[in-house]
Structure formats: C-alpha cells, structure tokens
C-alpha cells in the first residue's frame, strides 16, 4: 500500500557530495516517518538517518553526523538525504525505509520499518 522509490545515486569523488531523494506514494495518511539505511559489499545493512513525521526529530549515526543532512518535504511526501564531504567508506547501497502509519516517531532498527524502497547505489572514489 505505500510505495517508495530513491534516486540520486552515483558515481562521486571523495569530499564531493550527492542528494539522494525518495518518493512515497499510496496509502500514506500525510506523511510517513523515514529512514536511510546503507549496505556496503560484505557488511551488514545499517542505519544512516531517519525523520519524524513530523520532521523535527532527525537522528543520525555517529559517522555520518556533520556530513549528512536529512529532510522532508511534506507537499511532495519526500524525504532527502543531502550527503557531504563524502568519504569512500560511504560507498553502498542506500535503501529509503518507512514506518508504519500509526508510528510517528524516527526509529534506528530495520525491523521498526514496513515499508523499503529497491535501493540506489553510491560510489565514492578515492
């Protein structure tokens, strides 16, 4: 019933930056509370940032805090992620994720989330 659909990835050098962006559609009553998840090749799937539904609450892991911004749109039920100062160690797969629709809150686990978009992949060369 909800749809989601990144895009944005690509090919950048290190200290460059990227926007990712993804679309939520169907059944999302307003708006969803969002996450970015990231899966490097041989590493396990982890959490980047997320957003309230509200916006206002936007947690990050430690790595990225100071590089990476997240945001929403809430006229267009999208949610950004504006990465800067890229490192090669963000190079993954980033995955848009959001919550169920009675959940207002931002969330750090993967199985806190119903709903995944296919991915769009980030290289950062060095």
């Known amino acids: 019933q909800v749809q989601l659909v990144e895009s944005g990835g690509g090919l950048v050098q290190a200290g460059g930056s990227l926007r990712l962006s993804c679309a939520a559609s169907?059944?999302?009553?307003?708006?969803?509370?969002m996450g970015w998840f990231r899966q490097a090749p041989g590493k396990e799937r982890e959490f980047v940032a997320a957003?309230?539904?509200?916006?206002?609450?936007?947690p990050y892991v430690d790595s990225v805090k100071g590089r990476f911004t997240i945001s929403r749109d809430g006229a267009k039920n999208t949610v950004y992620l504006q990465m800067n100062r890229l490192k090669p160690e963000d190079t993954a797969v980033y995955l848009c994720?959001?919550?169920?629709?009675?959940?207002?809150?931002?969330?750090?686990?993967?199985?806190?989330?119903?709903?995944w978009g296919q991915g769009t992949q980030v290289t950062v060369s060095s």
């Open positions: 994720a959001a919550r169920g629709t009675y959940y207002q809150d931002a969330a750090y686990r993967q199985n806190e989330y119903d709903y």
């Open positions: 169907g059944r999302t009553f307003s708006s969803l509370a």
């Open positions: 957003v309230s539904r509200s916006g206002s609450n936007t």
